[in-house]
C-alpha cells in the first residue's frame, strides 16, 4: 500500500474543472515532485489534501485512510503537514512560539490543566522546546539567533524557513511544500535544496511544488505534470525533461509567450 | 474623601475590566466584535440573583452559577449565530449580534419583568485599612476579579490553549492546518469570555442590590470602550481601560456631579484616543 493514494480526484469550482480525474501514488520515503503551469490545479490538490477543499469526485487515501471526509486539523493528526504558496506566518508570535504550535498535536494541555498545573504541564512545555530547537537547528544560523523575535520582524526567506520549520515540528509523515524556494535567490533556493534532502533523511516523505526546474530536478525521485488540471505526464526527472508534451505545455507556452 | 472614592471606582473598573476582556478574548481570537456581551453579562446576573433570592444559596454558589450559565450561553451564541456565518465577512456577524441583544434583552422582560429585581446583600460591614474604612464586600469583588485574572493569565500565558487561541487569531487557516481544532477554539474563546461576563453581572447584581434585563446595555458599552481604550487586543489594557474609567467616574460623582460622570468617563477616553490611537497598550497599526 502506498503511503498516499490520489484516486481520480476532480475538483469543480462551479463549472470551472479544477482538476480532472487525476490519479497517482506516493510512496512512503519518497520525494515527489508536483509542477505544471500556473493554474493547473497543484495548490488547489493541496489543498484537497490538506482538507481545505472538498473533491468533487475520487478519492483520496493517506496509509489507508480516507481524508475526503476529514478537517484540516484531523488531516494534520494523521501526520500530514503542509506550507502554503504565500507566506502565512503568525506575525505577532516569536520564532519559538511558531514551533511550540506545531507541536500542538502532541501535547495534552487543556482548559483545566493549563490553570491547575499539575508538574507534568511544565514537562510537556520544555519537551515541546526542546524538540522546536531541535527542529530549527536543521536551519542552521538562519532561525536559532532570532528564537525571540516576532515573525513580522524576519527576512522573506526565513518567513518561508519558518513555515517550514513549524511543518516540520509537528513530526509529519508526510510534507506537503507548496513553493518553498518562491522569491528566493539562486543562493537561498541551493539552501532550500540541501534542507529538503536534510528531510528525507528524517524519513519524512514530501509532495513539492515548485517552479525552480533546477530544485525540482535535483530532489524529486519521481515528478508528476500537471495542465489545465489533468495529469498528462509522471516519471522520473530525466523522463520528463525528455517529455515532448510536458515541453509543449509547460515551457512552450511560456517561451510562446514572451 | 478621595481614598474612598478611589476605592468605589477600583472596584467598579474592575467589573469593567472583567466585561471589557470578555470583548478583548472574542476580538484577539475571532477578530469579531459582539454586542451581545452586555446581554450575557444580564444573563449571569440574573442567575446568580435567583440563586440567591429563589433558592438561598450562598453567594459563591451564585457565582459559580452565574459564571457557569454564562459559558453555556456564550457557547451557544458562538455555535447558533457565528458559526454558520464563519465565512460571510465581518458585517453579518454584527447584526446577528446586535439582534442577538435585543432578542436575549426582550426574553428577560418577557419572562421576569422589566422592573429591578432585589439581590440581598452580603458582608455589609467594614473593615479599617491603614486609616481608611473599607467595605468588605468591594475587598471580596477586588479579590475575585485579580483572582480571575490570573486564572486567565494562567490559562493563556505559556500554554497550549493560549498559544492556539492566538494562531487561530493571526492566521486561522495555518492554525487549521497545524493540527489545531480553530472551531473548538472559537468555542471556548466565546465560552470564556461570556463567562468572565457573568462573574461581573452576578457581582455587580450584589454590589448594586438589583438586578434588570436592561442592565447590559450600559455594561456593555463600558467594557467596549474600556476593551477599545485599552488597546482592543491587550488583557492587561483592557484590564487598566476598565479601573481607569471606574475610577475616573467615581472621582466625578464626588467632585463636580454624578450627573456628569459619563460624560467625563468617555471625555478622558476621547482625549486618551486623539493622543493614543492605539489605546493605551495597543500596538500601532501599520499600513502595509
Same mark, same amino acid.
Given at each position: 500500500?502506498?503511503?498516499?493514494?490520489?484516486?481520480?480526484?476532480?475538483?469543480?469550482?462551479?463549472?470551472?474543472?479544477?482538476?480532472?480525474?487525476?490519479?497517482?501514488?506516493?510512496?512512503?520515503?519518497?520525494?515527489?515532485?508536483?509542477?505544471?503551469?500556473?493554474?493547473?490545479?497543484?495548490?488547489?490538490?493541496?489543498?484537497?489534501?490538506?482538507?481545505?477543499?472538498?473533491?468533487?469526485?475520487?478519492?483520496?487515501?493517506?496509509?489507508?485512510?480516507?481524508?475526503?471526509?476529514?478537517?484540516?486539523?484531523?488531516?494534520?493528526?494523521?501526520?500530514?503537514?503542509?506550507?502554503?504558496?504565500?507566506?502565512?506566518?503568525?506575525?505577532?508570535?516569536?520564532?519559538?512560539?511558531?514551533?511550540?504550535?506545531?507541536?500542538?498535536?502532541?501535547?495534552?494541555?487543556?482548559?483545566?490543566?493549563?490553570?491547575?498545573?499539575?508538574?507534568?504541564?511544565?514537562?510537556?512545555?520544555?519537551?515541546?522546546?526542546?524538540?522546536?530547537?531541535?527542529?530549527?537547528?536543521?536551519?542552521?544560523?538562519?532561525?536559532?539567533?532570532?528564537?525571540?523575535?516576532?515573525?513580522?520582524?524576519?527576512?522573506?526567506?526565513?518567513?518561508?524557513?519558518?513555515?517550514?520549520?513549524?511543518?516540520?515540528?509537528?513530526?509529519?509523515?508526510?510534507?506537503?511544500?507548496?513553493?518553498?524556494?518562491?522569491?528566493?535567490?539562486?543562493?537561498?533556493?541551493?539552501?532550500?535544496?540541501?534542507?529538503?534532502?536534510?528531510?528525507?533523511?528524517?524519513?519524512?516523505?514530501?509532495?513539492?511544488?515548485?517552479?525552480?526546474?533546477?530544485?525540482?530536478?535535483?530532489?524529486?525521485?519521481?515528478?508528476?505534470?500537471?495542465?489545465?488540471?489533468?495529469?498528462?505526464?509522471?516519471?522520473?526527472?530525466?523522463?520528463?525533461?525528455?517529455?515532448?508534451?510536458?515541453?509543449?505545455?509547460?515551457?512552450?507556452?511560456?517561451?510562446?509567450?514572451? | 474623601?478621595?481614598?474612598?472614592?478611589?476605592?468605589?471606582?477600583?472596584?467598579?473598573?474592575?467589573?469593567?475590566?472583567?466585561?471589557?476582556?470578555?470583548?478583548?478574548?472574542?476580538?484577539?481570537?475571532?477578530?469579531?466584535?459582539?454586542?451581545?456581551?452586555?446581554?450575557?453579562?444580564?444573563?449571569?446576573?440574573?442567575?446568580?440573583?435567583?440563586?440567591?433570592?429563589?433558592?438561598?444559596?450562598?453567594?459563591?454558589?451564585?457565582?459559580?452559577?452565574?459564571?457557569?450559565?454564562?459559558?453555556?450561553?456564550?457557547?451557544?451564541?458562538?455555535?447558533?449565530?457565528?458559526?454558520?456565518?464563519?465565512?460571510?465577512?465581518?458585517?453579518?456577524?454584527?447584526?446577528?449580534?446586535?439582534?442577538?441583544?435585543?432578542?436575549?434583552?426582550?426574553?428577560?422582560?418577557?419572562?421576569?419583568?422589566?422592573?429591578?429585581?432585589?439581590?440581598?446583600?452580603?458582608?455589609?460591614?467594614?473593615?479599617?485599612?491603614?486609616?481608611?474604612?473599607?467595605?468588605?464586600?468591594?475587598?471580596?469583588?477586588?479579590?475575585?476579579?485579580?483572582?480571575?485574572?490570573?486564572?486567565?493569565?494562567?490559562?493563556?500565558?505559556?500554554?497550549?490553549?493560549?498559544?492556539?487561541?492566538?494562531?487561530?487569531?493571526?492566521?486561522?487557516?495555518?492554525?487549521?492546518?497545524?493540527?489545531?481544532?480553530?472551531?473548538?477554539?472559537?468555542?471556548?474563546?466565546?465560552?470564556?469570555?461570556?463567562?468572565?461576563?457573568?462573574?461581573?453581572?452576578?457581582?455587580?447584581?450584589?454590589?448594586?442590590?438589583?438586578?434588570?434585563?436592561?442592565? /447590559?446595555?450600559?455594561?456593555?458599552?463600558?467594557?467596549?470602550?474600556?476593551?477599545?481604550?485599552?488597546?482592543?487586543?491587550?488583557?492587561?489594557?483592557?484590564?487598566? %481601560?476598565?479601573?481607569?474609567? /471606574?475610577?475616573?467616574?467615581?472621582?466625578?460623582?464626588?467632585?463636580?456631579?454624578?450627573?456628569?460622570?459619563?460624560?467625563?468617563?468617555?471625555?478622558?477616553?476621547?482625549?486618551?484616543?486623539?493622543?493614543?490611537?492605539? %489605546?493605551?497598550?495597543?500596538?500601532?497599526?501599520?499600513?502595509?
Amino acid at each position: 500500500m502506498s503511503l498516499l493514494e490520489i484516486q481520480s480526484v476532480s475538483v469543480s469550482f462551479g463549472g470551472l474543472m479544477a482538476l480532472k480525474r487525476v490519479s497517482f501514488a506516493l510512496e512512503e520515503g519518497e520525494i515527489v515532485g508536483l509542477i505544471g503551469p500556473n493554474g493547473a490545479g497543484k495548490t488547489t490538490l493541496f489543498n484537497c489534501l490538506s482538507a481545505f477543499q472538498p473533491v468533487s469526485e475520487g478519492h483520496l487515501r493517506y496509509s489507508g485512510v480516507a481524508l475526503e471526509t476529514l478537517s484540516p486539523h484531523q488531516v494534520a493528526a494523521l501526520g500530514v503537514a503542509r506550507t502554503f504558496q504565500t507566506s502565512r506566518i503568525f506575525r505577532r508570535m516569536t520564532v519559538l512560539e511558531h514551533l511550540l504550535v506545531g507541536r500542538h498535536l502532541h501535547q495534552r494541555t487543556d482548559l483545566w490543566a493549563a490553570i491547575a498545573r499539575p508538574a507534568w504541564v511544565a514537562r510537556e512545555e520544555a519537551e515541546a522546546r526542546e524538540c522546536g530547537l531541535r527542529t530549527l537547528a536543521l536551519f542552521e544560523d538562519r532561525l536559532l539567533p532570532r528564537l525571540h523575535d516576532f515573525a513580522e520582524t524576519l527576512s522573506y526567506a526565513n518567513r518561508r524557513r519558518l513555515e517550514i520549520a513549524r511543518a516540520l515540528a509537528s513530526e509529519p509523515r508526510l510534507l506537503l511544500l507548496d513553493e518553498p524556494t518562491a522569491g528566493m535567490n539562486p543562493h537561498e533556493s541551493a539552501g532550500i535544496v540541501q534542507l529538503i534532502k536534510k528531510i528525507r533523511h528524517l524519513g519524512i516523505s514530501i509532495l513539492l511544488i515548485e517552479h525552480d526546474m533546477k530544485v525540482i530536478m535535483g530532489v524529486s525521485d519521481r515528478i508528476v505534470v500537471l495542465d489545465h488540471g489533468e495529469k498528462i505526464a509522471e516519471g522520473l526527472p530525466e523522463e520528463i525533461r525528455r517529455n515532448e508534451e510536458v515541453l509543449r505545455a509547460y515551457m512552450g507556452r511560456r517561451y510562446g509567450r514572451a | 474623601m478621595l481614598i474612598p472614592q478611589l476605592i468605589n471606582g477600583l472596584t467598579q473598573g474592575s467589573l469593567y475590566a472583567l466585561i471589557a476582556i470578555g470583548f478583548v478574548i472574542i476580538f484577539g481570537t475571532m477578530n469579531l466584535v459582539t454586542f451581545a456581551h452586555g446581554e450575557v453579562y444580564m444573563a449571569g446576573a440574573f442567575v446568580g440573583a435567583f440563586a440567591m433570592t429563589l433558592w438561598h444559596l450562598p453567594w459563591f454558589v451564585a457565582l459559580v452559577m452565574g459564571m457557569a450559565a454564562a459559558w453555556v450561553l456564550g457557547f451557544l451564541i458562538e455555535k447558533v449565530a457565528f458559526r454558520p456565518l464563519r465565512t460571510a465577512g465581518h458585517m453579518p456577524p454584527l447584526l446577528i449580534t446586535i439582534g442577538l441583544s435585543i432578542i436575549l434583552k426582550d426574553l428577560a422582560v418577557v419572562l421576569f419583568g422589566a422592573e429591578n429585581r432585589p439581590v440581598p446583600s452580603i458582608y455589609e460591614q467594614t473593615v479599617r485599612l491603614a486609616g481608611v474604612q473599607v467595605s468588605v464586600l468591594q475587598l471580596v469583588i477586588l479579590g475575585l476579579a485579580g483572582s480571575l485574572f490570573l486564572v486567565l493569565r494562567l490559562l493563556i500565558q505559556g500554554t497550549k490553549i493560549g498559544r492556539a487561541m492566538r494562531a487561530t487569531a493571526q492566521d486561522h487557516e495555518a492554525a487549521y492546518a497545524m493540527g489545531v481544532n480553530v472551531n473548538r477554539v472559537f468555542s471556548i474563546a466565546f465560552a470564556l469570555a461570556s463567562c468572565l461576563g457573568g462573574a461581573a453581572g452576578v457581582m455587580i447584581g450584589i454590589y448594586y442590590n438589583a438586578v434588570y434585563p436592561t442592565m /447590559g446595555g450600559t455594561a456593555g458599552l463600558k467594557g467596549f470602550a474600556a476593551c477599545i481604550f485599552g488597546g482592543l487586543t491587550s488583557i492587561p489594557g483592557a484590564i487598566l %481601560g476598565g479601573i481607569i474609567i /471606574g475610577v475616573v467616574e467615581n472621582l466625578t460623582v464626588q467632585f463636580l456631579a454624578s450627573g456628569y460622570r459619563d460624560v467625563v468617563a468617555f471625555l478622558v477616553m476621547v482625549i486618551v484616543l486623539v493622543l493614543r490611537p492605539q %489605546g493605551l497598550l495597543g500596538r500601532k497599526l501599520r499600513t502595509v
